[in-house]
């Protein structure tokens, strides 16, 4: 849910307006409130949630596979492909920001760490976060030698792109389900292969490894004490929060230049959303802690045990209210409106979820990667 709060932009304006906010309309007002909100508060930290859960999820379903004596790698490696195959679908035929094919194949390629103690988890999730934080670095320092003209290429295409080339893309997205594809299976596989390689991949691969040890030291299982909580929550909101404003300072100070804020101010927002995630984790383990019977605990447990219907429904949802095929607002929604639309999307899936899982034991898009993993149909209904 609260990476809908970010994914939002990415469905209803032109690509450039998620990276650089001044690129696409004019950043003033409450649309300037809204954004800074939600860049600071939401951007990549509930990603980095995400990528945690999911690294827990690697050890937790091992685990599970032992005791049922089933051969855990096999299970596990059937999981990845077909979530991958299921990424790959999502991302070429609705939303090319898809996240779930990188997921796939970085849990593919940790899945090798599951059984590692959990210091060595988390230091190695601390080397992966480092080698991405050096690579932007070093191409940001590279800039210099670059060819002629290949800094003003790059800034033209991804950071402040042409009118001409947004109404393009706005054009694009407003078509036809079919034209769309001549836009969305570029910026698709750009995302899958150069960005990957370069960003994605080093981050989510960290944050998994951390997963991986916070699981081990039963976090996720309300096991530590709320001094332990209380230390996350202080980490997070005490050094976290500051370096993502500052970074968000510096960004406007130098007026969005393309080098320093691409290159250089993104790694406090880097660094402090992973900090400020653990910060968001303690607080929530605080609050089931207290009581895991509360309205409150259990409409996010609902909504937690269908994430991947949930995500998946975020985009049908979005992509026929901002594409062409369905009312075709793309462009046409300023980032207040944006926020009412996370708030009606949110109260809808929480009330979906809870319906739906008064009769069915899994998602549906849970049951169906459940059923490719184990090989054959499972029990939907409950008995």
Known sequence: MGILIMNIQSFSMPS????????????????????????????????????????????????????????????QYRRFI??????????????????????????????????????????????????????????????????????EATKTEMWSPSAEAQMEEIDFYTSSWERQMLMRAPQAFEMQTTIFVYSTFWRIAGCMLIGMALYKRRVFKLKQSSKYYLKMIGYGFGIGLPLVVAGTILDFNYDWGFRYSFFYFSQLNYWGSILLALGYIGLIMLICKSSTRSYFAKRMAEVGRMALSIYLI??????????????????????????VFVLGIWAFQIAFSSIWLNYFRFGPFEWVWRSLTYGKAQPLFKT
Request: hydrophobic residues 50%; glycine residues 10%.
């Open 16 to 75: 450039s307006a998620y990276l650089n906010p001044t690129s696409y309309e004019r950043l003033e007002g409450n649309d300037l409130y809204v954004w800074f909100l939600s860049h600071v508060f939401a951007d990549q930290k509930f990603m980095a949630i995400f990528s945690m859960l999911f690294g827990a999820s690697l050890v937790m379903l091992s685990q599970k596979a032992r005791k049922e004596q089933i051969r855990s790698s096999g299970l």
């Open 82 to 151: 077909f979530l991958g195959l299921i990424g790959i679908l999502h991302a070429y035929l609705l939303w090319a920001g898809d996240i779930l094919l990188p997921y796939a194949i970085c849990g593919l390629l940790m899945f090798i760490f599951r059984s590692k103690k959990s210091r060595v988890q988390a230091r190695a999730g601390v080397i992966f976060l480092l080698i991405g934080s050096a690579i932007s670095l070093i191409i940001g320092y590279s800039v210099p030698l670059w060819e002629p003209g290949e800094y």
């Open 314 to 339: 975020q985009t049908i949802i979005c992509t026929y209210i901002f594409y062409g095929h369905g009312l075709g607002l793309f462009g046409d929604i300023d980032r207040s409106l944006q926020a």
